[in-house]
């Protein structure tokens, strides 16, 4: 294929890192997820169907369509093209390889067994304890173990049963959420069945007619606003056209746990905890892929009240599904910023056609921030107190708003109180494979409800993904050599430990 033979191919396998003689390690590919589920019975077979091939054939796949470049930026010639901004310009992925793995980074799958001609998961509903931050536990509900729960995978087609224990201190019942299944199956709590006791089990058994982003979660409020939610992903029989060479799933919650706590405040109508997959930036897991490949990103909002306005640097997405189902290639949007509802799901495509650590991110101030709310109690910076006002009750002292080398613009009294990024705190967050190679600096801007999308070269997705102990910022400055202007980039400074 032309793939293997374009000169900017050439170009870029010649441009190896010198770390490519470095071990190699275990591989944490999309590409290499576990597809058929060792925790299952020998019977129980692959956990995807084997899929047949789209019916609109397109051609081999190309370094160029219609003017769309797949390995850099553009636009493509004409925008009632097929291949404009990318729409429908093929990945490397076959159709008759099935889809794409489901890939949701800092969370597992749900593991089930053949039973009776059903597809059987087992699901606990428990309390969880869940890292947010490195050295920040908190106390949330989740199932087996897990906030978010873990990911239930099935095809079109597929009988499900799922069957619920119930560990929680109360009563609970479990939502399919979206999916046009008998009354008796759907979960509201004494509507369509009486409650799953503490201590007690529910059999939901159903057959899926539908494809597409589906989500499980408790039908009850509290339950959902401590996390309770997990993905239900059904993969189509026939594999949508183009078909994708990666397939992500990023879900965003949100929590108000007080400084001196690790329970949410359940009724607050604010938020200062923000995670994707259970994790807050700059603990969240990078999205990898390779350069030119097609790739699918879902994004599910699970937050109690707020929506996210998610925004995604270097790249032009097209809007292909929402929690409803794949919408005709007719109504698929350009878009480089989606606003997701509560309880919402929106899917998009796009051609990784611009290498980079790309910033990923809900763009609300608040979000992007775990600590830019009013805070009560213990404050997170040594220095605050309340000493000043407990000394006088009745009369509010004055504020200095003198900065100490002068700076006095009124309006910003706040400060940027931040994490304390201490030695144990910084190892964690470089321990994950995918940052491997970053920018030393690069913990320092990614907060809250953000995350990162790496496109890299072949070669240099195989130092990150499959071999260990890359140097800080050597990926990104292979970058700026092959793809950007090499004379004016500035080394970042290496973080100090503890600050």
Request: net charge negative.
């Amino acid at each position: 294929m032309e793939r293997e033979t374009s000169p900017r191919r050439q170009f870029i396998k010649s441009g190896m890192l010198a770390a490519a003689t470095l071990a190699a390690g275990k591989s944490l590919s999309a590409q290499d997820n576990i597809v058929i589920d060792e925790a299952a019975s020998p019977e129980a077979g692959p956990v995807l169907a084997e899929s047949t091939a789209p019916t609109t054939s397109k051609d081999a796949v190309r370094d160029e369509y219609d003017g769309f470049s797949r390995y850099k930026p553009s636009r493509g010639n004409d925008p009632d093209s097929d291949y404009y901004l990318g729409k429908l310009v093929p990945g490397f992925r076959k159709a008759e390889d099935g889809p794409a793995p489901f890939v949701t980074p800092d969370l597992e799958r749900l593991p089930f067994v053949m039973k009776d001609g059903a597809k059987q998961f087992e699901l606990v509903a428990q309390s969880v304890r869940r890292e947010f931050l490195p050295g920040y536990e908190m106390d949330v509900w989740g199932y087996n173990g897990s906030m978010p729960g873990p990911t239930i995978e099935v095809t079109q087609g597929d009988r499900v049963r799922i069957i619920v224990h119930n560990e929680l201190p109360e009563p609970t019942t479990l939502h399919c959420h979206g999916f046009e299944l008998p009354v008796q199956q759907d979960g509201a709590m004494t509507l369509t069945q009486n409650p799953i006791m503490p201590g007690k089990s529910y059999v939901y058994e159903f057959d899926i007619h539908e494809s597409g982003t589906f989500f499980y979660h408790s039908h009850t409020a509290m339950q959902e606003a401590f996390g309770m939610v997990g993905w239900f992903i059904v993969h189509p029989k026939k594999v949508f056209d183009p078909p994708v060479d990666r397939d992500f799933g990023l879900l965003f919650q949100n929590f108000h746990i007080q400084p001196n706590q690790t329970i949410s405040n359940s009724w607050s109508m604010d938020w200062n905890w923000h995670t994707i997959n259970g994790r807050s930036g700059p603990f969240t897991t990078p999205v990898v892929v390779k350069h030119g490949e097609r790739v699918r990103i879902r994004l599910l909002d699970f937050s109690p009240m707020q929506h996210h306005p998610i925004h995604m640097h270097g790249h032009t997405f097209w809007l292909t599904a929402h929690e409803g189902a794949r919408a005709p290639k007719s109504a698929w949007i350009p878009r480089n910023t989606e606003l997701v509802g509560v309880a919402q799901a929106s899917e998009f495509e796009f051609i990784a056609n611009n290498p980079g650590d790309w910033m990923f991110h809900c763009h609300m101030v608040h979000h992007m921030m775990n600590h830019m709310v009013e805070q009560v109690g213990p404050r997170i910076r040594p220095d605050s107190n309340v000493d000043t006002f407990l000394t006088d009750l009745d009369h509010r002292p004055s504020v200095d708003m003198k900065h100490p080398q002068g700076f006095a613009t009124p309006g910003y009294p706040q400060g940027m109180q931040g994490m304390q990024m201490s030695d144990k705190f910084m190892k964690a967050i470089w321990s994950r494979r995918e940052v491997q190679g970053m920018r030393a600096t690069w913990p320092m801007s990614v907060h809250g409800l953000m995350t990162l999308l790496r496109v890299l070269p072949d070669d240099l997705y195989q130092q990150v993904m499959e071999t260990d102990d890359v140097a800080k910022g050597s990926v990104f400055e292979e970058i700026v050599k092959r793809f950007g202007t090499p004379e004016t980039y500035q080394k970042a400074p290496m973080m100090k430990m503890g600050h």
